[in-house]
């Protein structure tokens, strides 16, 4: 069987499991017309078997296996005949219709489902039936003989079969049980079988649980134990690679192998710069093994969505540009990123740079733990290697950063700095050609605790931030971004409000569907990337834009708002009323003015220490680097939604200071 054809059942499978709410029925068989494929035991339980390890693949399972036959007899020239039903009797006093539960090859999945999943009972029912028949055919064996159906299994006895398959949204199942080389010539036989997806209970595959009774969905893999990393560090330390070596499990071959399977423009490939800022999934089981990232069936590597239901716990790892070039993209990928922790990239054959040195003071200002990983230690001059090291270690204990440099050698080494990384700083040396320190890195992202902690944010309204902005053929306008707080459950009955337009106003439009991580969904909460489906017309389509928000309730936008802001040290920076700056606040990039600078003398929004802010003509306020301050901004082009609590970051060129919005003026909604 080509991997081509597996491809194309394997993705048919999914789509019927996504359709089925999580289950799906396969008739072997039967032609697309309903007619019998005329297929012996032989052939069809070749096709059951390859269908079930299809199953396996995508972590289901095949429920119920039953064989039928004597559905069709001959006549007297010897053609083929279907039994129609007013022959049934006939046919069952002088053959009989053969109906035979057979045992799944690679077992049912019960061990993985809970008293309370809705096909677990259903199997307890089958084993009291199959018990009950057992005991009371045990009483006559002339009885038990005429009862006990056998299949025929020679050549030209027409046999069907009926599959039902169930997904166990589990990590424990194993993909990969018997490759699919040992079958052939089963893609041949595949003809014969149709399938169907059947809507048999809504949210089956929902509450699959492990031993420790931890719910194991993959809505909660995805937010609940979903880690967000940033990867940050100079153009030439080896991010886009270090990333298709973790989420691959492949080594790089030195000539860019693994960062070409995960960049998205054709000039990236051919620069070898990354220029947008994209995310990966990197999935581990419960033991801490990393799963590969490459289908052992197909040569390429695993989609999001099998990545996903496979995993115990997720990292999801954000690519950033490295060029000087693409700064205020990566200013904007750690500012909306959501980021619990930041892996700096330093090429150990040159010292870090001065963008290594602004990604630092970046992740920092933002409250982000950071670990220093150094690439390329394979063939690195001992000389070369230490001076680079000096040199991070003199960043990392520079004042503006305070942190303590700790190397990182063993496992031991990785469970004595879990805890302390507020004040530590862990490095590791690793090689993306040889291997080295790759397994220790992916040990030390599995062992890192959630700092985020998106699920206490449920009771609050829904809040999704829009990243980008697609036109699906078929599906209409669609938006994909983070769920910020609350819940929603699509359908034609959620109402959302989508904004602001450049005149502040919300668009009222429904949520149709949902998918996070390439998953087709009815609920989405707080802590996942998801992507929606709105219901817009051709005219509302071309006001949406990236910044907007999704909210259920209340919906509002102002142009003006307060923020208790801290210069940043660095560069000598004069900061005074009507100043202009590009500011980001989570997903909203815009430039604002400075309409009112107060001091403060309190440290209550927890911002760093202050120097005395002076005074020019006019006896005006002049912020420094060091200063702190409450200033009243305002959006130099449109309205945007803002509340109090979020964290911003203001630049001109460089990044220049960070801050709390502290207070917005109240404006009444919009919509």
């Given at each position: 069987?080509?991997?081509?054809?597996?491809?194309?059942?394997?993705?048919?499978?999914?789509?019927?499991?996504?359709?089925?709410?999580?289950?799906?029925?396969?008739?072997?068989?039967?032609?697309?017309?309903?007619?019998?494929?005329?297929?012996?035991?032989?052939?069809?339980?070749?096709?059951?078997?390859?269908?079930?390890?299809?199953?396996?693949?995508?972590?289901?399972?095949?429920?119920?296996?039953?064989?039928?036959?004597?559905?069709?007899?001959?006549?007297?020239?010897?053609?083929?005949?279907?039994?129609?039903?007013?022959?049934?009797?006939?046919?069952?006093?002088?053959?009989?219709?053969?109906?035979?539960?057979?045992?799944?090859?690679?077992?049912?999945?019960?061990?993985?489902?809970?008293?309370?999943h809705p096909h677990f009972h259903h199997l307890e029912h089958q084993d009291e039936k199959l018990q009950e028949d057992h005991s009371n055919n045990s009483h006559n064996d002339m009885d038990q003989s005429q009862h006990k159906q056998v299949l025929d299994k020679s050549p030209?006895?027409?046999?069907?079969?009926?599959?039902?398959?169930?997904?166990?949204?589990?990590?424990?199942?194993?993909?990969?049980?018997?490759?699919?080389?040992?079958?052939?010539?089963?893609?041949?036989?595949?003809?014969?079988?149709?399938?169907?997806?059947?809507?048999?209970?809504?949210?089956?595959?929902?509450?699959?649980?492990?031993?420790?009774?931890?719910?194991?969905?993959?809505?909660?893999?995805?937010?609940?134990?979903?880690?967000?990393?940033?990867?940050?560090?100079?153009?030439?330390?080896?991010?886009?690679?270090?990333?298709?070596?973790?989420?691959?499990?492949?080594?790089?071959?030195?000539?860019?192998?693994?960062?070409?399977?995960?960049?998205?423009?054709?000039?990236?490939?051919?620069?070898?710069?990354?220029?947008?800022?994209?995310?990966?999934?990197?999935?581990?089981?419960?033991?801490?093994?990393?799963?590969?990232?490459?289908?052992?069936?197909?040569?390429?590597?695993?989609?999001?969505?099998?990545?996903?239901?496979?995993?115990?716990?997720?990292?999801?790892?954000?690519?950033?540009?490295?060029?000087?070039?693409?700064?205020?993209?990566?200013?904007?990928?750690?500012?909306?990123?959501?980021?619990?922790?930041?892996?700096?990239?330093?090429?150990?054959?040159?010292?870090?740079?001065?963008?290594?040195?602004?990604?630092?003071?970046?992740?920092?200002?933002?409250?982000?733990?950071?670990?220093?990983?150094?690439?390329?230690?394979?063939?690195?001059?001992?000389?070369?290697?230490?001076?680079?090291?000096?040199?991070?270690?003199?960043?990392?204990?520079?004042?503006?950063?305070?942190?303590?440099?700790?190397?990182?050698?063993?496992?031991?080494?990785?469970?004595?700095?879990?805890?302390?990384?507020?004040?530590?700083?862990?490095?590791?040396?690793?090689?993306?050609?040889?291997?080295?320190?790759?397994?220790?890195?992916?040990?030390?992202?599995?062992?890192?605790?959630?700092?985020?902690?998106?699920?206490?944010?449920?009771?609050?309204?829904?809040?999704?931030?829009?990243?980008?902005?697609?036109?699906?053929?078929?599906?209409?306008?669609?938006?994909?971004?983070?769920?910020?707080?609350?819940?929603?459950?699509?359908?034609?009955?959620?109402?959302?409000?989508?904004?602001?337009?450049?005149?502040?106003?919300?668009?009222?439009?429904?949520?149709?569907?949902?998918?996070?991580?390439?998953?087709?969904?009815?609920?989405?909460?707080?802590?996942?990337?998801?992507?929606?489906?709105?219901?817009?017309?051709?005219?509302?389509?071309?006001?949406?834009?990236?910044?907007?928000?999704?909210?259920?309730?209340?919906?509002?936008?102002?142009?003006?708002?307060?923020?208790?802001?801290?210069?940043?040290?660095?560069?000598?920076?004069?900061?005074?009323?009507?100043?202009?700056?590009?500011?980001?606040?989570?997903?909203?990039?815009?430039?604002?003015?400075?309409?009112?600078?107060?001091?403060?003398?309190?440290?209550?929004?927890?911002?760093?220490?202050?120097?005395?802010?002076?005074?020019?003509?006019?006896?005006?306020?002049?912020?420094?680097?060091?200063?702190?301050?409450?200033?009243?901004?305002?959006?130099?082009?449109?309205?945007?939604?803002?509340?109090?609590?979020?964290?911003?970051?203001?630049?001109?060129?460089?990044?220049?200071?960070?801050?709390?919005?502290?207070?917005?003026?109240?404006?009444?909604?919009?919509?």
């Amino acid at each position: 069987c080509t991997p081509s054809r597996l491809e194309k059942l394997k993705t048919q499978m999914s789509f019927r499991l996504d359709e089925g709410n999580g289950c799906c029925m396969y008739r072997i068989g039967v032609e697309d017309d309903g007619c019998h494929s005329l297929m012996d035991y032989e052939a069809c339980a070749e096709t059951a078997k390859v269908l079930e390890i299809l199953a396996r693949s995508l972590n289901a399972v095949v429920l119920e296996r039953k064989m039928i036959q004597n559905e069709v007899v001959r006549n007297a020239d010897g053609s083929p005949v279907k039994v129609v039903e007013e022959e049934c009797d006939k046919a069952a006093e002088s053959k009989g219709l053969v109906v035979v539960m057979e045992p799944s090859l690679l077992g049912d999945g019960r061990e993985h489902m809970t008293d309370d999943h809705p096909h677990f009972h259903h199997l307890e029912h089958q084993d009291e039936k199959l018990q009950e028949d057992h005991s009371n055919n045990s009483h006559n064996d002339m009885d038990q003989s005429q009862h006990k159906q056998v299949l025929d299994k020679s050549p030209g006895i027409f046999t069907r079969c009926e599959l039902i398959i169930q997904r166990v949204e589990t990590h424990l199942l194993d993909p990969s049980t018997i490759p699919m080389t040992e079958n052939p010539t089963a893609a041949k036989r595949q003809r014969g079988s149709k399938s169907s997806a059947k809507m048999m209970q809504p949210q089956l595959a929902e509450k699959s649980k492990n031993g420790n009774g931890e719910s194991m969905s993959v809505g909660e893999t995805l937010s609940s134990r979903n880690i967000r990393v940033a990867v940050v560090g100079n153009v030439d330390a080896g991010k886009s690679t270090m990333i298709g070596t973790l989420i691959s499990s492949c080594l790089d071959d030195g000539r860019g192998s693994s960062r070409t399977s995960i960049m998205k423009h054709r000039h990236e490939i051919e620069s070898g710069r990354t220029s947008t800022a994209s995310t990966h999934l990197m999935g581990f089981r419960s033991t801490g093994e990393a799963i590969a990232g490459k289908d052992n069936v197909r040569s390429r590597r695993k989609s999001e969505d099998e990545v996903a239901r496979e995993s115990y716990r997720v990292i999801t790892l954000m690519d950033l540009a490295g060029h000087e070039k693409y700064l205020k993209t990566t200013i904007h990928g750690v500012a909306s990123g959501m980021a619990d922790y930041a892996l700096i990239l330093v090429n150990s054959r040159h010292p870090p740079t001065h963008m290594t040195h602004h990604h630092l003071n970046l992740c920092v200002s933002f409250g982000i733990h950071i670990i220093i990983v150094f690439t390329k230690v394979d063939g690195c001059p001992e000389h070369a290697f230490k001076t680079s090291k000096s040199e991070v270690i003199k960043l990392l204990r520079a004042p503006d950063v305070g942190k303590r440099p700790f190397e990182i050698r063993s496992e031991q080494d990785i469970a004595t700095c879990m805890g302390k990384l507020n004040t530590l700083a862990p490095m590791i040396s690793t090689s993306c050609v040889t291997g080295e320190g790759v397994d220790l890195l992916q040990k030390m992202l599995f062992s890192l605790p959630k700092r985020r902690r998106h699920e206490k944010k449920l009771e609050r309204p829904f809040e999704f931030l829009v990243e980008d902005i697609f036109n699906v053929p078929g599906v209409g306008s669609v938006v994909s971004g983070f769920v910020n707080a609350g819940h929603l459950t699509v359908g034609a009955n959620a109402n959302v409000f989508v904004g602001p337009t450049d005149d502040g106003s919300f668009i009222k439009t429904v949520a149709k569907s949902a998918h996070i991580a390439r998953i087709n969904t009815a609920h989405v909460t707080s802590g996942q990337s998801a992507c929606l489906a709105l219901a817009l017309s051709k005219d509302l389509r071309k006001k949406l834009r990236r910044g907007m928000v999704v909210l259920k309730e209340s919906p509002s936008s102002t142009k003006e708002f307060e923020a208790e802001i801290c210069v940043l040290k660095g560069e000598g920076t004069t900061i005074r009323k009507s100043y202009q700056a590009y500011v980001h606040i989570l997903n909203v990039r815009q430039s604002a003015y400075a309409r009112k600078i107060e001091i403060v003398n309190n440290n209550g929004a927890g911002l760093l220490s202050t120097h005395t802010a002076l005074y020019g003509e006019d006896n005006e306020i002049v912020l420094r680097p060091g200063s702190r301050a409450k200033v009243r901004f305002e959006f130099a082009q449109r309205p945007e939604y803002v509340r109090p609590g979020m964290r911003m970051l203001f630049r001109d060129g460089r990044v220049r200071g960070v801050g709390l919005i502290t207070a917005v003026p109240t404006v009444e909604p919009a919509h």
